[in-house]
């Protein structure tokens, strides 16, 4: 027995060790630091990770490419096309020789996280020695959205802008001569444009479920100009008067188009959002908030009625900021891993702050230029319908959602509670928004 | 025994008692069928409707119309060129079939160890292959994910998924040893008095006998890999040179948002080797379930 | 009790040599044991007590991370909940579904082959692939599901983009491939004794009373056996509820938009998404490795039914 019960002793501990030493190994996880000591004028290669993936979208960007490849022909860009943010902040994490050097991303909600976990590289430097100034550069949201807490580790690269489109046979047709300004018009609009049916609608006015592809609760409260984070970085959407005022009034809205099983009902008829069956594009809804894209889509598609946009209404009492809306972007920036950055920092510069560069490219994927020089360039579409957008960006009212340590999960967490409450699960508004807070304030504590 | 009753049943000229029995015998058969052509529909019929949508316009395929205006053989072509497609195929065989060789070799002398040696602490070792099987794989993700990254420099490749096989994998350790227990001890003793050592008894005597299970091992193997998400999405994902089916689909559907017509064509295009594979090896494969599911 | 007694040299020596051989042959699973469960489950624990998000050094944080998933992350107790109810639901559904279609299959006389390969055929499809089709089949605007049902005057739910409908659409998807356990259950079945049916039968039993004196106490260590693989099964669930929330909501790759899982409404979470939330979407390691951690506990626990039920799972030798 003796022995029987040594031998086992003695595997185990010799298991334990290797674990300890594994573990040992395991926890010196230093990451390779990149730099800024390459030379940008030698012969170089780098890696340029980019979201976009339709064809028009992926030819535009090689574009640009093929231009900054002619001014620069030492540098060599490869381009990889069609990767999220969770691969970028995965591959960056991990290092290795397929990460890239140059980084952009469709949302500004990883900005937060970019920024203060170092992941994308500090840009002052560069901005300092290429003597740019974003604040005169980019217009003030989108120069905002692109740090952190003082952080620069991202620059602007076109951006989106939300507005109303409206369905101008539909408006005619119920006897509104023009889009309204204020919320009240509006939901009398709404209400006029609806034609329900014994159990649905042949036409909606708007569609206000949160799940109603862009109308979205940080969307909406772009009209507002929500904070959503008081002057400690602390989460305050029980306390800004904004908020409740917008869950209050989409509430009120979905009572009036009759009621949220019914529009919900209705919602699951439409189809895909980025194709011919918008609900917009079909005319199952006359009204709705987008971005500016949605424009050359509506060309696009062909739709056969008249259409026009505006930007979206502004609650009453805040009249006087009429043309506001929500902006938001995609972003660029260099990877701190990166062994190139001076390369890098030369196509960052070129893809974000160089007019024509930035004019073709947002002519070509229909967004709205990023920098004041671009806006201001003749060579932008003149479409007024596409116009509406960048005056909307470049509206001082505008506003957009504030960079986050930890990305968009503030954002994912109000829109969740949006979703509990327009279905009527929420009693207490005030009670139910201080929730949200304390789980928004535990994420980030979190996070830090 | 009872295949051609019906038939017989109405042929017979019998007593009434046994009319009865029989005529009850014939409703029996009727209501097991069409209950068997129920459960058929219901695990067929997914399949039909995603082949039909499979062969209609762009347009068609958002409609009510469930059959193909006229059939668009194109789409698969078009799906088979899409940029990509052919490296996922490439990289999924990779990844199945070495994995397949790989997991075949290592864990063979384990399951045979484990099955007919006399050591201490065998049970001790068979109940860890039982709870590794058992281990959802997302429990040890992110240190594995670390070491393979951080340490070997090797995320965006398949290989943090390939390697491990080469060291056993738990399901086949435990499935082959299964197996290897209902050959009888005479066998290999034999094997043995003829003077073979070990090795040459397993790979002589027992990998002849145990070919069914090896089989089994092979295709469950095959399969795993080959409908692989999780894995490919960890240590894959960043390089899309190195997805494989099971992954790219996924981006394929993305990209397609409304095209549910090219999307299950590809959707097929990924179960049909699967499928293929099955009817060729359907009785290995069914021996290999029944494994399992474990006879006392 | 004769490892006591002295043991004659030779004796030793072919022990020693025993030995050495068994270890030879153990030793690519002793390495892949080693590497791949015991040091990351060491790991795991280590880094449950650490902040680590990637980049930084990790650093202490004692029981932050355990707090944070206990009392504040607001998907954990969701997760645990729509467990529950696959468990409870899923699990019971598919093993009842599955040993229906197993005896179904035993009783069918013409075209058996026929019909088993077409039960079993479902259970073979590539999970992201079934999920896709399903998430087309079910789609509530366009589908054919919802389509038919219209026909017929039925309501159509929203399916994978309802909150109280997407786990029974989950359901669904898994009573599609039930082919496993319908093999398991119709090899079982098969190796019922005959004459106890006969013998039933001459005592007048019914076929619920055949079904219940025969036929379930010789198939109920196979009925446990599926209940419990399948509970820890359920426990791993990830990717069909995964892909089947990007796909019904629309953000998939492209999108760049990135996908929280749980969609419509954190009513498809489970905790090995959670894992991979948290650690590859946040990269809040230490919190994944919480996660991970319970989940290995409860993943534990059920495989120690299954060893100590046997099951048959241990062999007969031991």
């Known amino acids: 027995m003796t022995t029987s019960t040594r031998r086992p002793h003695r595997t185990t501990a010799a298991l334990a060790c290797a674990a300890a030493v594994a573990l040992l190994a395991g926890a010196c996880t230093g990451s390779s630091e990149g730099g800024a000591k390459d030379d940008a004028s030698k012969d170089t290669t780098i890696t340029f990770w980019h979201g976009w993936s339709q064809p028009s979208e992926v030819k535009a960007i090689s574009d640009n490419i093929a231009a900054f490849e002619k001014l620069h022909p030492n540098i060599h860009v490869k381009v990889v096309k069609n990767v999220t943010d969770d691969k970028i902040n995965q591959a960056l994490r991990a290092g290795g020789s397929d990460a890239p050097d140059v980084v952009s991303s469709f949302t500004t909600d990883n900005v937060g996280k970019f920024c203060a976990s170092g992941v994308w590289a500090d840009l002052k430097p560069f901005l300092a020695q290429s003597h740019i100034d974003p604040a005169t550069t980019f217009p003030a949201a989108m120069a905002d959205y692109t740090q952190y807490n003082g952080n620069r580790c991202a620059l602007p690269l076109l951006g989106d802008a939300y507005g109303l489109y409206y369905n101008k046979d539909a408006f005619k047709a119920a006897g509104i001569a023009s889009p309204p300004k204020t919320l009240s018009e509006f939901d009398a609009d709404a209400r006029k444009l609806t034609k329900a049916t014994a159990n649905g609608y042949s036409r909606l006015g708007f569609m206000p479920d949160f799940h109603g592809y862009e109308s979205t609760p940080t969307h909406f409260l772009g009209q507002w100009g929500a904070t959503y984070f008081d002057k400690n970085g602390k989460s305050d959407l029980a306390a800004d008067p904004a908020v409740s005022a917008m869950f209050q009034w989409q509430q009120k809205l979905v009572a009036d188009l009759g009621g949220f099983q019914k529009l919900e009902k209705y919602r699951t008829g439409f189809g895909d959002e980025f194709s011919e069956k918008n609900p917009f594009e079909t005319g199952q809804v006359a009204m709705a908030i987008d971005g500016e894209w949605r424009t050359a889509n509506l060309k696009a598609d062909g739709v056969t009625f008249d259409w026009a946009t505006a930007p979206f209404p502004v609650p009453d009492d805040q009249a006087a900021t009429y043309g506001r809306g929500y902006q938001t972007g995609t972003i660029i920036g260099i990877a701190r891993t990166s062994q190139k950055q001076n390369a890098a920092w030369e196509l960052v510069k070129y893809l974000a702050t160089d007019t024509d560069a930035v004019v073709s490219f947002a002519n070509a994927i229909h967004n709205v230029p990023s920098t004041f020089a671009a806006l201001k360039s003749p060579k932008v579409d003149q479409d007024p319908n596409f116009r509406t957008f960048l005056d909307i960006a470049g509206n001082a009212h505008s506003s957009t959602t504030p960079a986050s340590i930890n990305g968009g999960a503030y954002q994912v967490s109000l829109q969740n509670f949006g979703y509990k409450y327009e279905s009527g699960q929420v009693p207490d508004l005030k009670a139910g928004l201080a929730g949200v807070d304390k789980e928004i304030d535990a994420a980030i504590a979190q996070a830090q | ?296 | ?318």
């Open chain 2, 1 to 296: 025994m009872t295949d051609a009753l019906p038939a017989a049943a109405l042929r017979a000229r019998p007593t009434p008692a046994a009319r009865a029995a029989r005529r009850r015998t014939a409703l029996h058969w009727i209501a097991v069928h069409a209950l068997g052509v129920a459960a058929a529909l219901f695990f067929l019929l997914p399949f039909v409707f995603l082949f039909l949508t499979s062969m209609m316009s762009d347009q068609q395929a958002l409609t009510s119309d469930l059959w193909p205006h006229h059939w668009a053989w194109g789409n698969y072509s078009k799906v088979w060129h899409t940029p990509g497609f052919l490296t996922w195929w490439r990289n999924t065989l990779l990844y199945a079939g070495l994995g397949t060789v790989l997991t075949v070799v290592s864990s063979l002398p384990v399951a045979y160890a484990l099955a007919k040696f006399r050591f201490r602490g065998r049970r001790i070792a068979l109940m860890a292959v039982i709870s590794m099987m058992m281990l959802p794989p997302q429990v040890v993700v992110i240190p594995m994910y670390l070491f393979w990254a951080k340490q070997l420099h090797l995320s965006g490749t398949l290989w943090p998924l390939i390697i491990p096989m080469a060291f056993g994998d738990a399901f086949s350790i435990f499935l082959l040893r299964q197996f290897l227990l209902t050959i009888p001890r005479e066998y290999l003793e034999a094997a043995r008095i003829d003077g073979c050592g070990e090795l040459r008894t397993l790979l002589r005597v027992t990998v002849p006998m145990a070919r069914p299970a090896i089989a089994a091992v092979a295709l469950f193997q095959f399969f795993s890999c080959w409908n692989d998400y999780f894995g490919p999405q960890i240590y894959a994902g960043e390089n899309e040179s190195a997805w494989t089916l099971s992954y790219g689909l996924e981006s394929f559907k993305g990209a397609h948002h409304t095209n549910w017509n090219l999307t299950m064509a590809a959707t097929l295009l990924v179960m049909a080797p699967v499928i293929v594979l099955f009817f060729f090896a359907q009785k290995a494969f069914i021996e290999g379930v029944t494994l399992t599911g474990v006879k006392g």
């Open chain 3, 1 to 318: 009790m004769a490892a006591l007694l002295p043991v004659p040299a030779a004796l030793r020596a072919k022990r020693r040599r025993e030995a050495v051989r068994t270890l030879a042959f153990l030793s690519p699973w002793l390495i892949g044991f080693a590497v791949f469960f015991g040091y990351p489950l060491v790991s795991t624990l280590y880094f449950s007590f650490m902040h680590y998000d990637g980049f930084a050094q990790p650093t202490f944080s004692g029981l932050k991370n355990w707090r944070y998933v206990l009392t504040s992350y607001p998907f954990f107790w969701q997760g645990v909940r729509n467990t529950l109810w696959l468990v409870v639901v899923m699990v019971t559904l598919r093993v009842v579904f599955g040993l229906g279609v197993g005896m179904l299959i035993t009783k069918i006389r013409t075209g058996a082959g026929f019909f088993r390969t077409a039960f079993y055929l479902p259970y073979l499809a590539p999970p992201v692939a079934a999920t896709i089709g399903f998430a087309f089949l079910f789609n509530p605007g366009t589908g054919p599901v919802n389509h038919l049902l219209g026909t017929l005057g039925l309501p159509q739910p929203g399916w994978f983009t309802d909150p109280s409908w997407s786990k029974p659409a989950l359901t669904l998807l898994a009573l599609w491939g039930v082919g496993d356990l319908m093999v398991i259950f119709m090899a079982a079945l098969l190796d019922v004794p005959r004459e106890q049916y006969e013998a039933a039968e001459l005592d007048g039993a019914g076929a619920w009373q055949r079904f219940r004196f025969v036929t379930y106490p010789n198939i109920s260590p196979i009925v446990m056996f599926a209940v419990v693989t399948g509970v820890i099964q359920t426990l791993q669930y990830y990717t069909q509820a995964l892909v089947a929330g990007k796909v019904a909501s629309g953000i998939i790759g492209n999108s760049g938009q990135q996908f929280e899982p749980g969609y419509p409404q954190g009513s498809t979470w489970t905790l090995p998404q959670m894992v991979y939330s948290l650690g590859f979407q946040r990269f809040d390691y230490g919190s994944a490795c919480v996660v991970a951690l319970l989940l290995f506990a409860v993943a534990m626990a059920f495989t120690a039914l299954l060893l100590r039920r046997r099951s048959g799972l241990m062999g007969a030798e031991d």
